[in-house]
């Protein structure tokens, strides 16, 4: 446990996994080294660096497990690999805790959708909501990430890209957050943002080009001016709306 001083940094530090499952090591939030579920060496040797951190590896059946497990607070998906979450049930996979979800460029999918709630993921409580890397497809319309009651949360979006939504991201009541490095493919908004009670950045994005509206912010006069929008490509359609009218 690196984490609590049983390691200098710089120490090199060997690591014995149990059989059967598979884990991913990472220092400062890259993988530096993995041990599948059925390699038969079991040791790795880490060299501390940083902040070193071990995660199960994430089938592609796992990830609706874990996103619901109120005791995992840190995801990591595997290079490549689509995930798919079903989203024929109203409201999405709901998200109470603090929770890091590292993508690794991996693909999430929703399907079934086409319900009045199709969501992928949803905020509830005052969770802190960490995601980068990872590629939200949808087979059609809804939402990939929403509140839904939750409010005081915080949103962190970094190197993330949205598809075939009909509005990407969609965050009310949100406390503060970053939105940067994303691509945005939607079919009407790109991200929405209302009641912000601290301050919120989006920038360096690359948004959908045609839409009417890339960027909608809603609230009182102070809460509009906490969202602030900074980017050097092309200039992304904004609509303030106050008090949400």
Do not use: M
Request: include cysteine; charged fraction near 20%.
């Amino acid at each position: 446990d690196v984490s609590n001083g049983y390691a200098v940094a710089g120490e090199t530090i060997t690591i014995t996994f149990p059989d059967a499952v598979g884990y991913n090591i990472l220092v400062d939030g890259d993988i530096v080294a993995e041990v599948d579920a059925d390699s038969a060496k079991r040791e790795v040797e880490v060299k501390v660096t940083g902040d070193v951190t071990i995660t199960k590896k994430v089938a592609e059946a796992d990830l609706a497990t874990l996103l619901k497990d109120n005791d995992v607070h840190e995801i990591t998906l595997e290079p490549g690999v689509k995930y798919t979450l079903d989203c024929s049930s109203d409201g999405g996979i709901q998200i109470n805790r603090d929770l890091v979800i590292n993508g690794n460029g991996a693909t999430i999918t929703t399907e079934g959708g086409q319900t009045a709630h199709n969501w992928a993921i949803t905020i509830e409580g005052t969770s802190d909501l960490v995601i980068n890397d990872v590629n939200f497809v949808s087979d059609g319309s809804g939402i990939a990430l929403k509140q839904q009651s939750g409010k005081g949360y915080t949103v962190t979006l970094d190197g993330c890209s949205f598809t075939g939504y009909t509005t990407s991201v969609q965050f009310f009541h949100i406390k503060s957050g970053e939105i940067t490095n994303c691509e945005f493919n939607s079919k009407s908004v790109d991200i929405s943002i209302s009641y912000a009670t601290d301050v919120v950045v989006i920038e360096d994005n690359n948004y959908t080009e045609g839409l009417a509206e890339n960027i909608g912010i809603g609230g009182n006069w102070d809460q509009i001016d906490h969202v602030t929008v900074n980017d050097n490509g092309p200039v992304p359609v904004v609509h303030k709306y106050y008090e949400g009218v």
